[in-house]
């Protein structure tokens, strides 16, 4: 019984790492057997592949570490280093931290009553911050929200000129197609988007995004399109 790894596509942005494996019997035959020469450089081929892979996810993940938010302490040299400004959170507990000014009073309570409902209904945990590196609570994040599998740490922050920045539990990674973040990404993160809408408008699309996404039944087509 040989077991054969499936490459993944590192999300961009994306924190949790994919690593999948299917069972398939080959029957031994001449045909199948390669020289010892064949065999080294196919080894050689697939560390390489998996050292890309690995060097990729670190990228991503380096991303969002550079906008304050280290959830795993993994990151590289290139990435702008981690902040960490408990002072910048607020008094009381809420899902929607606005540093960078991006959100109107009225708009951070929907999105918080948003939230809100979601987690009710379905048991994942929305959490949203809006920033302008390095003015961010950073890593102090992750205890004031209790980041946990069933997290979803949403930044916005033009730094890198895709506002969307997401940083997703391993239960949310089981249920959500990795397409769909880098999907909705595209469509409201993108420069010219917030640019032209305002970072307000990215951040209250991507959120609903996220909420119908969430709020679909699991299945193979489920988070399909970015509403």
């Known amino acids: 019984m040989a077991f054969v790894q499936l490459p993944c596509s590192p999300l961009t942005l994306r924190t949790t790492s994919c690593s999948v494996f299917t069972a398939?019997?080959?029957?031994?035959?001449?045909?199948?057997s390669l020289p010892i020469s064949s065999k080294l450089?196919?080894?050689k081929f697939s560390n390489s592949v998996a050292n890309f892979h690995s060097k990729s996810l670190s990228f991503s993940l380096s991303v969002a570490l550079s906008l304050g938010l280290s959830l795993t302490g993994v990151g590289i040299s290139e990435a702008k280093v981690g902040v960490n400004k408990p002072?910048?959170?607020p008094e009381v507990f809420t899902p929607v931290i606005d540093v960078a000014g991006f959100l109107s009073d009225?708009?951070?309570?929907?999105?918080?009553?948003?939230?809100?409902?979601?987690?009710?209904?379905?048991?994942f945990k929305l959490r949203v911050l809006a920033q302008?590196?390095?003015?961010?609570?950073?890593?102090?994040?992750?205890e004031f929200w209790q980041v946990d599998d069933r997290?979803?740490?949403f930044v916005a922050d033009p730094t890198f000129g895709n506002i969307l920045n997401f940083n997703v539990g391993a239960s949310v990674d089981i249920d959500v197609p990795r397409s769909f973040w880098s999907r909705l990404a595209g469509k409201y993160g993108n420069m010219f988007y917030w640019k032209e809408?305002?970072?307000?408008?990215?951040?209250?699309?991507a959120v609903m995004a996220i909420t119908n996404c969430?709020?679909?039944?699991?299945?193979?087509?489920?988070?399909?399109?970015v509403k």
């Open 132 to 142: 302008n590196y390095p003015d961010t609570p950073g890593l102090a994040i992750k």
């Open 106 to 123: 009225g708009q951070e309570r929907r999105l918080a009553q948003e939230i809100a409902d979601l987690e009710k209904d379905t048991g």
């Open 87 to 89: 002072e910048l959170l």
């Open 214 to 225: 969430l709020r679909e039944p699991v299945g193979p087509n489920n988070c399909s399109e």
């Open 151 to 153: 997290t979803i740490v």
């Open 197 to 205: 809408k305002g970072e307000d408008a990215s951040i209250e699309a």
């Open 41 to 43: 450089k196919t080894t």
């Open 24 to 32: 398939s019997p080959i029957k031994a035959s001449s045909n199948l």
